[in-house]
């Protein structure tokens, strides 16, 4: 019995010493990924003299920064012309996404998985290919210099048709049967029955959707040129260009930028979670 006790014993320490190296190594990582967020913050509180001191406390606090950001540039409007822009291209993306991805999941039409692959294969061509077609393609339809030339190119998203379409595939599909039997068309069951089971993945996806086009830069800058449509990240690089030694500016108005978006993680990381525990590829 004495042996037994001790040879479990052994066997937990066994376990808990990677564990606790693994864990160790959890928060070595979570600090270093930290420290340049706090060090902005910090930083956007220090005067001119001292924002590059090499001090993470600021030794002389003040406002006159964040102050200065909203009275001397039009900041608020660029906020606002983000957050307006993020937030129809995240509803119109989720909408036809699903739509689409739902297509793809469950109806039979000829050519649905040549069609797949041909949307799943856009993941592997970068941004800035497309860049100058898009550019050419927006011109020619007068888009340029309008909120319809920010949000429409920005809607097709392939990892969102793709990352619903493994979802629906999980979803049993005996409750849609049933309510085929019912008399249900296809649009009915998929506007009362797959949307209402899919909250979890379309927060996630809303999450991501929205923190992706808060922070776009290239396409907004190709876009357009009128001040009354500059984003957030647009608004900061003329700001930079503007300032170029006033970091305490810059790093107040990337502070300003940054908390939104800090804030909305920090609330919705449990969908976050939960969404890739429960959309496993397949």
């Not at 291209?89 to 699903?98: E, M």
Request: proline letters at 5%; a positive charge.
């Amino acid at each position: 019995m004495a042996s037994d006790a001790l040879t479990s014993r052994a066997g937990g320490r066994r376990l808990r010493s990677p564990r606790t190296g693994l864990t160790a190594l959890a928060v070595v990582l979570s600090l270093i990924s930290i420290f340049p967020v706090l060090w902005m913050v910090t930083s956007s509180f220090k005067t001119r003299v001292t924002v590059t001191d090499g001090n993470l406390i600021p030794k002389d606090f003040t406002f006159d920064n964040f102050v200065y950001v909203f009275t001397e540039v039009p900041f608020g409007r660029y906020l606002w012309n983000s957050f307006f822009v993020s937030a129809v291209i995240t509803v119109v993306a989720l909408f036809f996404h699903s739509m689409a991805a739902y297509a793809l999941a469950r109806l039979r039409f000829p050519g649905r998985e040549k069609l797949f692959g041909a949307i799943f294969a856009t993941l592997l061509v970068t941004a800035p290919v497309v860049l100058i077609p898009l550019f050419l393609v927006a011109r020619e339809l007068g888009l340029l210099n309008s909120y319809a030339g920010l949000i429409i190119p920005a809607v097709f998203n392939a990892f969102g048709v793709f990352l619903l379409r493994q979802f629906y595939l999980g979803l049993p599909r005996e409750l849609e049967e049933a309510a085929i039997v019912d008399g249900c068309g296809h649009w009915r069951v998929y506007w009362n029955i797959v949307l209402p089971m899919s909250r979890p993945i379309l927060s996630a996806l809303a999450i991501f959707f929205f923190l992706a086009n808060w922070n776009a830069f290239v396409w907004p800058l190709v876009a357009t040129n009128d001040q009354s449509l500059t984003v957030v990240q647009l608004g900061i690089a003329s700001f930079q260009n503007q300032y170029t030694s006033n970091w305490n500016y810059i790093l107040a108005a990337a502070t300003v930028a940054a908390l939104p978006m800090l804030a909305l993680f920090f609330v919705f990381q449990r969908q976050i979670v939960e969404s890739i525990k429960t959309s496993g590829l397949k």
